[in-house]
């Protein structure tokens, strides 16, 4: 079974920066497209970065520059690395676990989130 576990998250104000984590436990981190999304209040789920099997990551647009997204193989364990921090960063962030089988089916694993709150 695969477990997915966010940590990290807290008040910060605007400017500051936040280091969130996800320890994947149960199957290598190594083996999955690992995603780092956000939900603020009314709005739909986004994702925001993101690190393949092979080590490729992109950005949404309004993050690049900001945010960095990196796996601890060893540890198997996920980073979202985020620097100058805005209001509009507030969210629940949550990490994701993502792998095509074979047989072409989709599997993924969520964690249960942890909140992000930028403000003054």
């Known amino acids: 079974q695969v477990q997915v576990v966010e940590s990290g998250g807290g008040l910060v104000q605007p400017g500051g920066s936040l280091r969130l984590s996800c320890a994947v436990s149960?199957?290598?981190?190594?083996?999955?497209?690992m995603g780092w999304y956000r939900q603020a209040p009314g709005k739909q789920r986004e994702l925001v970065a993101a690190?393949?099997?092979?080590?490729?990551?992109n950005y949404e647009e309004s993050v690049k520059g900001r945010f960095t997204i990196a796996r601890n193989i060893p540890k198997n364990t996920v980073y979202l690395q985020m620097n100058s921090l805005k209001p509009e960063d507030t969210a629940i962030y949550y990490c994701?676990?993502?792998?095509?089988?074979?047989?072409?089916?989709?599997?993924?694993?969520w964690g249960q989130g942890t909140q992000v709150t930028v403000s003054s």
């Open positions: 149960g199957r290598d981190v190594s083996i999955y497209t």
């Open positions: 690190i393949t099997s092979g080590g490729n990551t």
């Open positions: 994701n676990a993502k792998r095509v089988l074979v047989s072409s089916e989709t599997v993924d694993f």
